[in-house]
C-alpha cells in the first residue's frame, strides 16, 4: 500500500481585510508530488490564500503547515524547501537575465553553474546578457519561475504563472510546468483559466468569494455533471428570457440560459427538447453543442456563468 504524505494542509484559514472576507474557512490537504490548482474567477481569493500557505501573508485565524511544520511566523526550515513565483514581479532595471538568476541563486548559496544551468532549462541562455527588465512578458515569466526554482524546492508555487500571455507562451510554460511536477515536486497553481487547470492539474479546489466550493479531479467533477451538454447560438436570435419561458413550458428543468451579447448558452441535461425549441424559434444559426467541462461544473456550484 501506497503511503500518502501530506506536504501542504490548510484548516479553517480565513483572512480578512476591513469588510473584506478575503479568505473564509478555506481548508486544503495537498500530496507530496500533487500538481494542485486553486481556480476561480478574480476576486475569488486564491492570490491571498496562496500567500498564506507560502507564509508571506499572516492569517487571521486557521492552521497551515508545509511538510508538518508551520510556515508563520517565518520558517527559516522551510524557506529552502518552497519556491515562490509571484503573480507581479519588478526585476532590478541595472541588472541582465543572467546576474537576475545568479542573484537568486546566492540567496540560497546556490553556485554559478546551477543557475546557468536553470537558466538553459527555461529556455533562456541566449537572452543572458539581456536587462531582465526588457524581457518579453512570456521570457519574463520563465525568468521568474526560474529564480524560485534555482535552489530546487520541494513546494513550488505559482501565481497565475500565464496571466496576460499569448497561447503559444502559453503552452511552452505548461511544457515547463510538466517537466517539473513530473521530477517529483508538488505544484501548486492559481489561475483564472479554467482549461489550463484541466490540462495540468491532478485535483483542483474551486473558489468563490472566498471559500472552496468543491475539491476533486477535474476529470471527476466533470464527470458528476452525468449528461449536461452546453449549447450555443448566435445571440439576438430568441431572447433569453423568452427562451427560458419556452423551455419552461417545453419541461425543460434545470436548464441555465445566459445571453453575453455574442453568443446564447444553454447547459442542459435534456439537449434534445432545447434544440426542438430553438429550431421552432429558427435560430439555430451558429449552433454549437459541446460537452461538460469545469466551466459547467462552476456553473452548477454558483448558478452563474464564469466570468475570468
Same mark, same amino acid.
Given at each position: 500500500?501506497?503511503?500518502?504524505?501530506?506536504?501542504?494542509?490548510?484548516?479553517?484559514?480565513?483572512?480578512?481585510?476591513?469588510?473584506?472576507?478575503?479568505?473564509?474557512?478555506?481548508?486544503?490537504?495537498?500530496?507530496?508530488?500533487?500538481?494542485?490548482?486553486?481556480?476561480?474567477?478574480?476576486?475569488?481569493?486564491?492570490?491571498?490564500?496562496?500567500?498564506?500557505?507560502?507564509?508571506?501573508?499572516?492569517?487571521?485565524?486557521?492552521?497551515?503547515? !508545509?511538510?508538518?511544520?508551520?510556515?508563520?511566523?517565518?520558517?527559516?526550515?522551510?524557506?529552502?524547501?518552497?519556491?515562490?513565483?509571484?503573480?507581479?514581479?519588478?526585476?532590478?532595471?541595472?541588472?541582465?537575465?543572467?546576474?537576475?538568476?545568479?542573484?537568486?541563486?546566492?540567496?540560497?548559496?546556490?553556485?554559478?553553474?546551477?543557475?546557468?544551468?536553470?537558466?538553459?532549462?527555461?529556455?533562456?541562455?541566449?537572452?543572458?546578457?539581456?536587462?531582465?527588465?526588457?524581457?518579453?512578458?512570456?521570457?519574463?515569466?520563465?525568468?521568474?519561475?526560474?529564480?524560485?526554482?534555482?535552489?530546487?524546492?520541494?513546494?513550488?508555487?505559482?501565481?497565475?504563472?500565464?496571466?496576460?500571455?499569448?497561447?503559444?507562451?502559453?503552452?511552452?510554460?505548461?511544457?515547463?510546468?510538466?517537466?517539473?511536477?513530473?521530477?517529483?515536486?508538488?505544484?501548486?497553481?492559481?489561475?483564472?483559466?479554467?482549461?489550463?487547470?484541466?490540462?495540468?492539474?491532478?485535483?483542483?479546489?474551486?473558489?468563490?468569494?472566498?471559500?472552496?466550493?468543491?475539491?476533486?479531479?477535474?476529470?471527476? !467533477?466533470?464527470?458528476?455533471?452525468?449528461?449536461?451538454?452546453?449549447?450555443?447560438?448566435?445571440?439576438?436570435?430568441?431572447?433569453?428570457?423568452?427562451?427560458?419561458?419556452?423551455?419552461?413550458?417545453?419541461?425543460?428543468?434545470?436548464?441555465?440560459?445566459?445571453?453575453?451579447?455574442?453568443?446564447?448558452?444553454?447547459?442542459?441535461?435534456?439537449?434534445?427538447?432545447?434544440?426542438?425549441?430553438?429550431?421552432?424559434?429558427?435560430?439555430?444559426?451558429?449552433?454549437?453543442?459541446?460537452?461538460?467541462?469545469?466551466?459547467?461544473?462552476?456553473?452548477?456550484?454558483?448558478?452563474?456563468?464564469?466570468?475570468?
Amino acid at each position: 500500500m501506497r503511503v500518502v504524505t501530506a506536504a501542504i494542509v490548510a484548516d479553517g484559514v480565513r483572512k480578512r481585510y476591513g469588510d473584506i472576507q478575503a479568505v473564509d474557512g478555506v481548508s486544503l490537504h495537498i500530496e507530496a508530488g500533487e500538481f494542485y490548482g486553486i481556480l476561480g474567477p478574480n476576486g475569488a481569493g486564491k492570490t491571498t490564500t496562496l500567500e498564506i500557505l507560502e507564509g508571506v501573508r499572516e492569517p487571521d485565524e486557521g492552521r497551515i503547515e !508545509l511538510f508538518g511544520e508551520s510556515p508563520w511566523p517565518r520558517n527559516p526550515r522551510l524557506l529552502k524547501r518552497i519556491g515562490v513565483q509571484f503573480q507581479a514581479s519588478s526585476f532590478f532595471d541595472k541588472l541582465t537575465t543572467r546576474e537576475t538568476i545568479c542573484l537568486f541563486a546566492s540567496f540560497y548559496r546556490v553556485g554559478v553553474r546551477q543557475a546557468d544551468a536553470m537558466l538553459e532549462r527555461v529556455g533562456l541562455t541566449e537572452f543572458g546578457e539581456v536587462p531582465a527588465d526588457k524581457l518579453s512578458g512570456g521570457q519574463a515569466q520563465r525568468l521568474s519561475i526560474a529564480c524560485g526554482l534555482v535552489h530546487d524546492p520541494e513546494i513550488v508555487f505559482l501565481d497565475e504563472p500565464t496571466a496576460g500571455l499569448d497561447p503559444q507562451a502559453r503552452r511552452n510554460l505548461w511544457d515547463l510546468l510538466r517537466d517539473v511536477n513530473a521530477e517529483g515536486r508538488t505544484l501548486v497553481l492559481t489561475t483564472h483559466y479554467l482549461d489550463e487547470a484541466e490540462m495540468l492539474c491532478d485535483r483542483v479546489s474551486v473558489m468563490e468569494k472566498g471559500r472552496v466550493l468543491k475539491t476533486g479531479a477535474p476529470a471527476a !467533477l466533470v464527470r458528476e455533471l452525468d449528461d449536461m451538454v452546453r449549447v450555443s447560438v448566435e445571440s439576438g436570435l430568441v431572447k433569453a428570457e423568452t427562451l427560458r419561458g419556452l423551455l419552461a413550458a417545453a419541461g425543460v428543468e434545470n436548464a441555465v440560459v445566459e445571453d453575453d451579447g455574442i453568443t446564447l448558452s444553454i447547459a442542459t441535461h435534456s439537449p434534445g427538447p432545447v434544440l426542438s425549441v430553438l429550431a421552432d424559434r429558427r435560430a439555430l444559426r451558429s449552433l454549437e453543442v459541446r460537452g461538460a467541462t469545469l466551466e459547467d461544473v462552476f456553473l452548477q456550484l454558483t448558478g452563474r456563468e464564469y466570468r475570468a
